[in-house]
Every structure is written in structure tokens, then in C-alpha cells.
T-cell receptor, first 115, second 112 residues
């Protein structure tokens, strides 16, 4: 079954601290993995995208890793800011028989950065 | 602003009524997607257009749901005879070929 599981469900950290969010997936055939940030009441915004051959990708204070063998990914946030408070969704793309690239979304990790 | 736009942002309706949502994608994007997101969950795929052709439909898209993209630009999603279970955020996204999907702000539907 094509699933994406994320942990923890929610997380509270102090401003300035680092944190790491986890993602495990069983999606096949794998195309790529993305991390999205979703503010409350808004649509998701892409942070990083990694293909099968990439094992790390950075975007400012966000660093994503991918282990395609164990089907695990992580998103590390460095020196957190209040504006980092949001849901972070792990999304894995799979190729459908029709050639359509379907996104399979995790349920997200809700991060709260406290002053 | 050249991002994906959706209208309305919020819709409250009574059970049994019909509702229609509109999505305007990024102008150069030929691919358009509709998703539904309930509280605490990730978005679920509903349907996909390439230009004006509807190429994929999820089994989640019951007979009460219909989507169109008549000229390959904006799209509408209509829900007939709404039910309380239809209450959710309806997200639209667009992309160019296989590139990253850019999401709109969503339409939050509440069915009373």
C-alpha cells in the first residue's frame, strides 16, 4: 500500500533551537520526495525536492535527507524562528501506469516555535 | 501576484445545496490538480487536468463531484447535493510538465 508516515505528529521547540522531522514511506514506484510547509489556512509551499539519487538537499535553514534504501527522509530545521511555526508535510511522487505523477501526502508534523 | 488563486476562500452552505469553486492556475502551467484536505490530514488527490483534458480522477470523486477546465486555463469544481462529510479545504495546484506543483490558498467549505 502506498503510504507516507510522519513523526512526530506535533512538536514544540524554543526559538533558536534545531529540530528534525521524520518521514517513512512505502510508495512505489518512487519518483521523487518533497517537503512542503503549510501555514494554517494556506496552501502548501514546496521547500525541497529530491530524486532517487540525491541524499541531501538544502534550502536556507532547511536541510532534507533521503535514504532510498530504507525509504526514510528527514527535514532538519536550524536556528528555528517564530515564522517556522507551521505543518510540514512529506510528499512522495509515484508514477501511475498512465504516465501521471501522483503525489502521496503524509499527515504532516505540526511545529510550534515558542518565544 | 502571479500565483495560483482560488475563489471563494470560504464557503458556508446548507446540506443539499450545490456549490462551485474556481481555480486560476499560474498562466504558463498546463497541468491543474484538485485536492481535498480535512483537518489534521494531508491533502488527498481528487482529479488532474492536462490542458482541457481531465486525465485522472480519484475514486474519492463521487458522482456528486464534477470538475471542468473548458479552455485549458481556469477550472471549476462543483459539488452537488452537499453533505456534511464534504466539509474540508479544497486545494488547487498547477504545474508545468512534471515540475513542482504550486498550490493555491484553498477554499474552505463548511456544510451545515
Amino acid at each position: 500500500k502506498n503510504q507516507v508516515e510522519q513523526s512526530p505528529q506535533s512538536l514544540i521547540i524554543l526559538e533558536g533551537k534545531n529540530c528534525t522531522l521524520q518521514c517513512n514511506y512505502t510508495v512505489s514506484p518512487f519518483s521523487n520526495l518533497r517537503w512542503y510547509k503549510q501555514d494554517t489556512g494556506r496552501g502548501p509551499v514546496s521547500l525541497t525536492i529530491m530524486t532517487f539519487s540525491e541524499n541531501t538537499k538544502s534550502n536556507g535553514r532547511y536541510t532534507a535527507t533521503l535514504d532510498a534504501d530504507t525509504k526514510q527522509s528527514s527535514l532538519h530545521i536550524t536556528a528555528s524562528q517564530l515564522s517556522d511555526s507551521a505543518s510540514y508535510i512529506c510528499v512522495v511522487s509515484r508514477w501511475e501506469n498512465t504516465g501521471f505523477q501522483k503525489l502521496v501526502f503524509g499527515t504532516g508534523t505540526r511545529l510550534l516555535v515558542s518565544p | 501576484d502571479t500565483g495560483v488563486s482560488q475563489d471563494p476562500r470560504h464557503k458556508i452552505t446548507k446540506r443539499g445545496q450545490n456549490v462551485t469553486f474556481r481555480c486560476d492556475p499560474i498562466s504558463e502551467h498546463n497541468r491543474l490538480y484538485w485536492y481535498r484536505q480535512t483537518l489534521g490530514q494531508g491533502p488527498e488527490f481528487l482529479t488532474y487536468f492536462q490542458n482541457e483534458a481531465q486525465l485522472e480522477k480519484s475514486r474519492l470523486l463521487s458522482d456528486r463531484f464534477s470538475a471542468e477546465r473548458p479552455k485549458g486555463s481556469f477550472s471549476t469544481l462543483e459539488i452537488q447535493r452537499t453533505e456534511q462529510g464534504d466539509s474540508a479545504m479544497y486545494l488547487c495546484a498547477s504545474s508545468s510538465r512534471g515540475d513542482t506543483q504550486y498550490f493555491g490558498p484553498g477554499t474552505r467549505l463548511t456544510v451545515l
